[in-house]
Nanobody, 123 residues
Framework: QVRLVESGGGLVQAGDSLRLSCVVS????????MGWFRQSLGKEREFVAA????????YYKDSVKGRFTISRDNARNTAALQMNSLKPEDTAVYYC????????????????WGQGTQVTVSS
């Protein structure tokens, strides 16, 4: 059974940084493309970033380009989201996800999900 466990969320001030981590178990992470999504109160879950299994292809939501960096360490079966210059509008529950399909920003393609971790950015 594939499991994803997230960590790293917290309460920070605007301009601060956070690093989210996701550990994949049940299968080597090389078998999956990894993505990060987020959901704010009153809004639908949205795509944030994704990386292919080989780390060659990366995609980002326009509003986080230049501030967020997705990465993965296949040897450790982990994926991470480095978030810099955080803004209040980044406040959301962040989810990591894995897909056996090619890297994509489509939520429906991701079969495995973490439990979510809260990120709160104060002004």
């Amino acid at each position: 059974q594939v499991r994803l466990v997230e960590s790293g969320g917290g309460l920070v001030q605007a301009g601060d940084s956070l690093r989210l981590s996701c550990v994949v178990s049940g299968r080597a992470s090389t078998g999956y493309a990894m993505g990060w999504f987020r959901q704010s109160l009153g809004k639908e879950r949205e795509f944030v970033a994704a990386v292919s299994r080989t780390r060659d292809d990366r995609y980002y939501k326009d509003s986080v380009k230049g501030r967020f960096t997705i990465s993965r360490d296949n040897a450790r079966n982990t994926a991470a989201l480095q978030m810099n210059s955080l803004k209040p509008e980044d406040t959301a529950v962040y989810y990591c996800a894995a897909t056996e399909s090619a890297v994509t920003d489509r939520q429906g393609e991701y079969a495995y999900w973490g439990q979510g971790t809260q990120v709160t950015v104060s002004s």
